[in-house]
């Protein structure tokens, strides 16, 4: 079947940068195509009427035109701007920080994924509503993991496969799960965690967000859960997180 020259998406504007004297390149991740790149002929020029639709976090329907090398947009309307997320250093670097995950995790056109969109786009709609941020970025990362293949085993032994006493246990990101103590004493490259924090994860991962948003973690499993999940994708992606750097100089 022929590709058609022109075609609409809905869609998340992840990031843009300056091409030529006045474009735009975005990098968008919509619903039907998945992560798509498309230029913004004149978007930098004072009286565009494109430029206020095509700013990172902004959800808007758009119709592009294929083109050699990326296709043009030809036509953007926008649905939600969030604009509470930019008025908020806090607030813009949670929004920040789910949307450097899953640009990292996605590739250009490899296919629509309604789910991790809609996922996306209720999740800055909660920050933007400042809904429970911290329960709303961690509710996001557990069902990003999910969606993408990457389900970490909580509920079970990684290595010896029996069911998890309620007890302290050990975290390895090689075997993606929990290593019971039996099996994890004295073993290299494991991180403890503690049982209140893992009690937290499998909320998180087998709840919807208004359950999961009942969750009252103490400080000191928020500071747990934070380092565990961002070193978890750390190793995962073989590289280190712009945003989570931001976060604590804002914090700080």
Known sequence: METPRSFRAEAIVLRHADWGEADRILTLYTREYGKVRAVAKGARKMRSRKAGHLEP????????????????VTQVETLDAYLPLREDL?????????????????????????????LLTETLGRLALKIEPWLALRFYEMRLLDS???RPQLFMCSNCRRDILPEDQYFSVLSGGVICPRCGNGLPGLWQISMGSLKYLRHFQRSNFKDAAR???TVEEQ????????????YLLERNLNTPGFIKRVKS
């Open 57 to 72: 976090f902004t959800h808007i329907t758009v119709q592009l035109a294929r083109a050699r090398d990326l296709s043009i």
């Open 90 to 118: 806090m607030l813009l670097g949670y929004a920040s920080y789910a949307m450097e995950l899953l640009d990292r995790f996605t590739y250009d056109e490899e296919g629509g994924n309604p789910v991790i969109f809609r």
């Open 148 to 150: 993408l293949g990457f």
């Open 215 to 217: 969750a009252n973690p």
């Open 223 to 234: 500071k747990e859960l934070e380092t565990l999940m961002q070193g978890y994708f750390t």
